[in-house]
């Protein structure tokens, strides 16, 4: 079966460094993307990852290793705007994205 | 660019009653369009995908003759509830992926419906 594993919820302070971790099995993989999804409104394209390794955008940066099915996203200098949920969603053979409930990041001052 | 517009953002109706729901990808062609519903506190759930020209493909304990979806052309795409009933209040979203297959999807701002 197709399934996502991520941490329900985490806590971090303002300025700080978060990785929010992500492991997944789908069936065939082409790629893995991180949104943001802040309450009451729609999922935001943050980053997408096919190769193994470090994507770097601004503050955000996600890896990936496809042979352990592992990925993560590293926010860094985090500011109260980041208290969001964030959503790991590999794409599988047939292109669609699977969707596990998210990962709800609270930044506290 | 890849902008999505989903309209209404919000709208009530009355229990029977049947709403329309348009998804526009505006700067970019989007041959597949995604219909979501996310009740609060939970995961996106898929609905249903929509194809430019055919059919739309109805997950699994969706009713396709209640979630009716249109996809007449490469930028428009539309859902429309009918008969709806309270439990059919929910968060709904649409999304759309550019032409290449490993696109990311982007996403409308989503409508929040109410049935009363």
């Known amino acids: 079966g197709q399934n996502i594993d991520q941490p329900t919820e985490m806590t971090a302070t303002e300025g700080a460094i978060v990785q929010i971790n992500c492991t997944y099995q789908?069936?065939?993989?082409?790629?893995l993307f991180w949104y943001q999804q802040h309450a009451g409104e729609a999922p935001t394209f943050l980053s997408y990852n096919v190769l193994d390794g470090l994507e770097e955008k601004g503050r955000f940066s996600s890896f990936l290793s496809r042979s352990k099915g592992y990925s993560y996203l590293l926010l860094k200098e985090l500011q109260m705007k980041d208290s969001a949920s964030y959503l790991c969603a590999p794409m599988d053979s047939n292109y669609q994205l699977i969707w596990g409930a998210g990962t709800k990041l609270i930044i506290k001052p | 660019g890849a902008v999505v517009s989903q309209h209404p953002s919000w709208v009530i109706c009355k229990s029977g009653t049947s709403v329309k729901i348009e998804c526009r990808s505006l700067?970019?062609?989007?041959?597949?369009m995604f219909w979501y519903r996310q009740f609060p506190k939970q995961s996106l759930m898929l609905m249903a995908t929509?194809?430019?020209?055919?059919?739309?493909?109805?997950e699994q304990g969706v009713e396709k003759d209640k979630f009716l979806i249109n996809h007449a052309s490469l930028t428009l795409s539309t859902l429309t509830v009918t008969s709806a009933h309270p439990e059919d209040s929910s968060f709904y979203i649409c999304s759309a992926r550019g032409l290449e297959g490993n696109s990311p999807l982007h996403f409308g701002n989503g409508t929040r419906l109410t049935v009363t």
């Open positions: 789908t069936s065939g993989f082409n790629g």
């Open positions: 700067d970019f062609q989007a041959t597949t």
């Open positions: 929509s194809n430019e020209g055919s059919k739309a493909t109805y």
